[in-house]
């Protein structure tokens, strides 16, 4: 017979089955640490899309505007994050930024583009 033993505490497990804890104490610790890094990873995401939607913010354009991608990631933008992912009519793919958005010309440029919410 395997023995079982507690997923917090590694105490041999003598209950039931199913059991995974020795106790409440073990169980309610399991819990909040995997709660405390579920949060820190989603901190983590949401804080560098925050600041990616800061950077273009703090450019203030309105409608589009052109510029270099060599700037962008000076600023700190982390182009692997963002929240939405479309292709428009011309191919380009398109990546928001919640409410902004931009595509990457061949140039070496990217084209910002402020709508008034994400479609
Ligand atoms: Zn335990």
């Given at each position: 017979?395997n023995?079982?033993?507690?997923e917090?505490?590694?105490e ?6 199913d059991?995974?804890?020795?106790s ?6 399991w819990?909040?640490r995997?709660k405390?890094?579920?949060?820190q990873t ?6 560098r ?9 703090e450019?203030?354009?309105s ?6 991608r060599e ?9 692997s994050?963002?929240t939405?992912?479309?292709?428009n ?5 398109v990546r928001?930024?919640?409410e902004?958005?931009y ?6 440029y ?7 919410s994400?479609?």
């Amino acid at each position: 017979m395997n023995h079982r033993h507690c997923e917090e505490c590694e105490e041999e497990l003598r209950g039931r089955i199913d059991q995974r804890f020795c106790s409440d104490p073990c169980r309610n610790s399991w819990h909040n640490r995997s709660k405390r890094e579920e949060n820190q990873t989603l901190s983590r995401i949401n804080a560098r899309l925050r600041r990616n939607r800061k950077i273009l913010l703090e450019l203030s354009f309105s409608g589009q505007l052109k510029i270099a991608r060599e700037y962008l990631l000076h600023q700190g933008f982390d182009f692997s994050y963002f929240t939405r992912l479309i292709q428009n009519e011309d191919g380009a793919e398109v990546r928001y930024c919640y409410e902004l958005a931009y595509y990457e010309e061949s140039d070496g440029y990217c084209v910002l583009i402020k709508e008034m919410s994400e479609p």
